[in-house]
């Protein structure tokens, strides 16, 4: 996955994506860069929110679209037809 591409504030910034790149792999390879427990914490949540995001929020909106498959609103038309 290429971070640096994916908008992931409603700005429309790459900031999240560019640091999480600039300091990918510190841990895995010999590098004279410095960063503190702080840092590496930070870096790790975000990386988890990204992967929350991107993996579990779209598994749980699309077993929510399959649930919401046939439901009438109170309009009669359908829920799913609806919200496309």
């Keep these: 996955m290429n971070c640096t591409k994916i908008k992931l504030s ?3 910034s790459t900031n ?3 640091e999480l790149k600039d300091n990918r792999n510190l841990a895995a390879h010999a590098s004279d860069q ?6 590496a914490e930070d870096l790790f949540n975000f ?3 990204i992967c929350e995001y991107v993996f579990v929020l779209s598994e749980k909106f699309a077993e929510f679209k399959k649930r919401q498959g046939g439901k009438k609103n109170p309009k009669g038309t ?3 037809e609806a919200a496309t």
Excluded: C, Q
């Design 10 to 12: 409603t700005t429309g």
């Design 16 to 18: 999240e994506g560019k």
């Design 34 to 39: 410095v960063f503190d427990r702080h840092d």
């Design 47 to 49: 990386a988890a929110a």
């Design 78 to 80: 359908d829920i799913s």
